[in-house]
């Protein structure tokens, strides 16, 4: 007798296949839709190849949620302007959805390969995006568009992006001018085109800059210390955790303590167990907020490693920075290919107060100390003046790039 028994497939593997499934069903949806398309082409003799580049003249993909102040004041540019862009977002709750645009015209295609399908087959005159590794990994250059284009979110080095991020972009929109010389660099090792580098500004921080004016002041303020690294083996919270936690719990500062957002994806039991240990520490809390200018206005000080949003604390509050010295491992990233030091290094060693692992024990005494000189304020602002260049110009800067790609 044959027995017939029940076929169970665990959630993460039917996840998985459902995943799977999704991207092969979009994949041969717009392999058809390109192969209709090629076929116009050739029976019109080339002359349909035109309007198939130039289906949507603008796009702008939105990796996530989080990405949206970088591109809100893009979209408020080409909704001013009466522009159409179509803006494409892998974020089914992305703020564009609870706007009311005449002008832009959004468009949830999913995440994973469910996206990079859609966007492998896209049809556009420029294409603006975050995400780096065109061409590298499953983000594939569509021939049907004429210009991809990076816009940099964050004021620091970009060669602390994974290796060959930018290497096959057309152009790369900058935040300062310093940002420019290690591409051209990483250009002549690599043998690549030179591409289009312009200096835009900061986009997200100028609508933070804006938006921190208006932020309340809290009544009965206590002295607030905000704890944000950065995550993986050598940032702050992994490599360091209760060492440098637990004096702050005893010191009865209000102690703030923001994770990096992989680090809720990838050091999941890292982040439980210290809150299990905190977790009657009334003077701890735990910020995992989308946007961290909350967490900024409240803080006095600010501890961290290597993380960028060092910057933000910097060039938005003006107030000290405590960081701890690590010893990084570049071989992942393009900056293991430039022989001088990292700008962001450098910067945050004139510009930041360094906190060493001895010191730990005796935080309070470190954070009392932590004097705000003339020299750290000096320092503080020649960064900003380098790293957010045109302040509360990055939208409209942005916007006239795109369109004279376009235009001409």
Not at 324 to 342: K, T
Not at 367 to 376: F, M, P, T, V, Y
Request: aromatic fraction near 12%.
């Amino acid at each position: 007798m044959i027995h017939f028994y029940p076929l169970y497939i665990d959630p993460g593997t039917g996840s998985a296949l459902f995943s799977i499934l999704i991207g092969a069903a979009a994949t041969i949806y717009f392999l058809g839709r390109a192969l209709i398309i090629k076929l116009k082409v050739f029976f019109s003799g080339g002359k349909a190849a035109n309007a198939a580049t130039s289906e949507h003249p603008f796009v702008i993909y939105n990796e996530g949620k989080q990405y949206w102040n970088v591109f809100k004041p893009v979209l408020d540019e080409f909704e001013n302007h009466k522009i159409s862009l179509l803006y494409l977002t892998s974020a089914q709750d992305d703020p564009v959805f609870d706007t009311s645009w005449s002008f832009v015209k959004p468009e949830f295609i999913g995440e994973g390969n469910r996206a990079f399908a859609r966007l492998n087959m896209l049809r556009a005159g420029i294409c603006l995006m975050t995400t780096p590794g065109l061409d590298v990994y499953q983000l594939k250059r569509s021939k049907m568009v004429k210009h991809y284009s990076h816009l940099l979110h964050a004021p620091v080095d970009t060669t602390l992006y994974r290796l060959f991020s930018f290497d096959y972009f057309d152009s790369v929109l900058l935040t300062g001018d310093y940002q420019a010389e290690d591409i051209r660099t990483l250009e002549r090792q690599r043998n690549l085109p030179e591409k289009k580098l312009i200096t835009a500004g900061c986009s997200y921080l100028d609508v933070y800059a804006e938006r921190i004016k208006n932020l309340p002041v809290e009544e009965n303020h206590l002295f607030t210390v905000l704890v944000s690294p950065s995550w993986g083996a050598s940032a702050l919270l992994t490599r360091y955790g209760e060492k440098l936690l637990d004096p702050l719990a005893s010191s009865g500062w209000r102690v703030i303590i923001r994770p990096h957002p992989q680090s809720k994806k990838s050091e999941a039991a890292m982040l439980e167990r210290l809150q299990e240990r905190y977790k009657n520490s009334s003077n701890i809390e735990w910020d995992y907020e989308r946007e961290n200018i909350h967490a900024l206005n409240k803080a006095d000080i600010m501890i961290s490693d290597f993380s960028g949003i060092i910057f933000d604390y910097m060039f938005l509050r003006d107030r000290p920075v405590l960081y701890v010295s690590q010893n990084f491992d570049l071989r992942p990233y393009d900056a293991d290919d430039i022989e001088h030091e990292l700008w962001q290094s450098k910067t945050v060693k004139e510009a930041g107060i360094e906190l060493k692992e001895e010191d730990f024990p005796r935080i309070t005494e470190v954070i009392k100390n932590a004097g705000d000189s003339e020299n750290l304020k000096n320092a503080r602002r020649k960064a900003r003046e380098t790293a957010w260049q045109y302040p509360g110009e990055a939208g409209k800067r942005v916007f006239e790039f795109m369109t004279g790609v376009i235009n001409g």
